[in-house]
C-alpha cells in the first residue's frame, strides 16, 4: 500500500448548480514558483452566461512534523507595511462570459526553505463592500441577470509551492525485492506523477492512475505485490524521468 506523507488537498468546491451564471475554471491545481522567478501569473477563465466577480483568498500553508497541516494568515513583514509570503495583484478580478482575466501572484519575503500557500479563487455576488468599485444599484442589476436561485457559486483552492532561492534536488531511492521507497533529500518538492499499479501480464488493467507530492524530509514507500508492474513520472523542478518497478 502506498504510504504519502503529503496530505496536500487538490482542488474544492463551494457548491455546483447547472443554472445560469459564471462558472469559472483556473486550470492546473498544482502551481510551482521556480527559485530564480518572483511573479506568477494565473489565468481564470469564465465559461459561463454572466460575469463572474472573483475574490482571491490567500493563506500559507504550514506542515507539521507528523504530517498533518494547518492554514494561516499570511504574514506582514517586520515593517508591517510589507506582506511576507504570498499576494495576488489583482485581489478582485471582473471576468466576461467567455473571457479571461490574470492575477499576477507576487512573492515577497523570505524563501530559505519552501513555503506553500492556498490560493482560492471566489466568485461572489457583488455587494457594495467586496470592493469591486459595483454601485448598488449595478450590484442588483446584476443579481437579477442570474437564474433564480442562483446565490452560490462554484469555486477553487490551488496549492502554491515557493521553491527555496538556493533549490536543490536530491532524490534517494531504495529499490528491494520487497519494496521501493523514494526519499526527497533536497530542499523542495518533487512529485511522483502518472503513478500507475498495473498487471504484469495486462498492462491495461491498472489501478486508478495517482499523483504525490513529496515535500523535503519526506518519504513515499510502497510494497511490492507479486505480478505487479509499477511506472511513474519523477519531477524534480524542469526534470522529468519516467521510472518502471517490477515486482
Given at each position: ?6 496530505g496536500?488537498?487538490?482542488a ?9 451564471g459564471p462558472t469559472i475554471n ?15 501569473l494565473k489565468r481564470?477563465f469564465?465559461g459561463g452566461?454572466s ?5 482571491v483568498?490567500?493563506?500559507e500553508?504550514l506542515y507539521k512534523?507528523d ?11 517586520t ?9 495576488s495583484?489583482?485581489a478582485?478580478?471582473?471576468v466576461?462570459p467567455n473571457g479571461?482575466?490574470g492575477a499576477?501572484?507576487l512573492?515577497?519575503?523570505?524563501r530559505?526553505?519552501?513555503r ?10 457583488p455587494e457594495?463592500e467586496?470592493?469591486f ?14 437564474s433564480?436561485?442562483v446565490?452560490v457559486?462554484?469555486g477553487y483552492?490551488?496549492?502554491f ?7 536543490r ?6 529499490n528491494t525485492?520487497?519494496h521501493?521507497q ?10 511522483v ?8 501480464s495486462?498492462?491495461l488493467h491498472?489501478?486508478?492512475?495517482t ?8 518519504t513515499?514507500r510502497f ?5 505487479r508492474h509499477?511506472?511513474?513520472?519523477l519531477?524534480e523542478?524542469?526534470a ?8
Amino acid at each position: 500500500m502506498m504510504k504519502t506523507m503529503t496530505g496536500i488537498m487538490g482542488a474544492w468546491l463551494i457548491s455546483l448548480n447547472c443554472m445560469a451564471g459564471p462558472t469559472i475554471n483556473v486550470g492546473m491545481v498544482y502551481d510551482y514558483l521556480d527559485g530564480d522567478k518572483s511573479t506568477y501569473l494565473k489565468r481564470v477563465f469564465n465559461g459561463g452566461d454572466s460575469t463572474a466577480f472573483v475574490r482571491v483568498s490567500i493563506k500559507e500553508i504550514l506542515y507539521k512534523a507528523d504530517g498533518s497541516s494547518e492554514e494561516v494568515e499570511v504574514k506582514t513583514q517586520t515593517d508591517k507595511r510589507v506582506r511576507d509570503g504570498l499576494m495576488s495583484s489583482p485581489a478582485r478580478l471582473i471576468v466576461p462570459p467567455n473571457g479571461t482575466q490574470g492575477a499576477r501572484l507576487l512573492f515577497m519575503g523570505d524563501r530559505e526553505q519552501e513555503r506553500y500557500f492556498r490560493v482560492r479563487f471566489i466568485p461572489v455576488v457583488p455587494e457594495k463592500e467586496d470592493e469591486f468599485a459595483l454601485s448598488s444599484e449595478e450590484a442588483r442589476d446584476y443579481k437579477k441577470t442570474l437564474s433564480a436561485g442562483v446565490n452560490v457559486l462554484a469555486g477553487y483552492g490551488t496549492v502554491f509551492f515557493v521553491r527555496p532561492k538556493e533549490t536543490r534536488f536530491d532524490t534517494q531511492i531504495e529499490n528491494t525485492p520487497n519494496h521501493y521507497q523514494l526519499r526527497n533529500q533536497g530542499n523542495s518538492v518533487v512529485v511522483v506523477d502518472e503513478f500507475k499499479d498495473c498487471a504484469s501480464s495486462d498492462r491495461l488493467h491498472c489501478k486508478p492512475t495517482t499523483k504525490t507530492h513529496v515535500l523535503p524530509g519526506r518519504t513515499l514507500r510502497f510494497d511490492k505485490q507479486p505480478g505487479r508492474h509499477y511506472r511513474f513520472t519523477l519531477v524534480e523542478g524542469r526534470a522529468q524521468k519516467v521510472i518502471e518497478v517490477k515486482a
